[in-house]
Structures are given as structure tokens and as C-alpha cells.
């Protein structure tokens, strides 16, 4: 599947048609799918989350994370990035992020 067929199929799925929410999936894709995923893995792994990311790729439909679980796997430059690229605040991205990383995981997990 293409890079931009599976960021359709993401914001889509996870996103519906709220602007700031996709413009949010449309910003965790390309990292995600530029190797922030490999990255997000090795992040849970070394701060002892890996189980929970493992959850979230094996899981059909899986659960929010905490707002902890997404400052621990995102720089503070990253999440910077993540709120400049979409207009919302840190604190909106972080709780957005919470939602829509593990279900991101997934259809990535999918994929391969």
C-alpha cells in the first residue's frame, strides 16, 4: 500500500473529517512512516513500554494511552512539531496523540 493510501486510510479511520484532527494524522503518518515508528518501538522499549506498544500492534482495536506514555515516547521537539504543523497546543496534541497512536500502531502493523 502506498505511504499516501495508508495516510487516507489512517486519518480516515482514526481522524472522521475534524480539520485539526486530520491535519494531526496527516502529521503522525509521516513521521510514523518515515521511521518514527522503528523509533516509537525503541523509545517503549528502553523506558519498559514496549509490552504496551506490543499491545497496540496486536490489538484489533486498541485503547488510549496516557498523556505520560505520549511525553515519554515523543521528544518535546517532536510534539512541538506535532502543534506547530496542526495549530493546536501542546497539551491538545499530546491528548490527541493519546488516542490516535495506538490505533496509528496498528494500521501500521497491518500493513507490514
Do not use: C, Y
Not at 23 to 32: A, P, T
Not at 34 to 48: D, F, K, M, N, V
Request: proline residues 3%; charged residues 20%; aromatic residues 4%.
Amino acid at each position: 500500500m502506498a505511504d499516501d493510501s495508508l495516510a487516507a486510510k489512517v486519518t480516515g479511520l482514526v481522524a472522521g473529517s475534524d480539520d485539526n484532527q486530520s491535519g494531526l494524522m496527516s502529521e503522525l503518518n509521516s513521521f510514523l512512516t518515515s521511521g518514527g515508528l522503528a523509533t516509537i518501538a525503541q523509545r517503549a522499549e528502553s523506558h519498559g513500554l514496549i509490552q504496551e506498544f506490543n499491545t497496540w500492534r496486536d490489538t484489533k482495536h486498541p485503547e488510549s494511552t496516557s498523556a505520560e506514555t505520549i511525553e515519554t515516547l515523543f521528544t518535546p521537539d517532536e510534539l512541538k512539531k506535532f502543534s506547530h504543523g496542526t495549530g493546536q497546543n501542546t497539551s491538545g496534541v499530546v491528548s490527541a496523540l493519546a488516542m490516535q497512536l495506538p490505533r496509528s500502531v496498528r494500521l501500521l502493523a497491518e500493513r507490514e
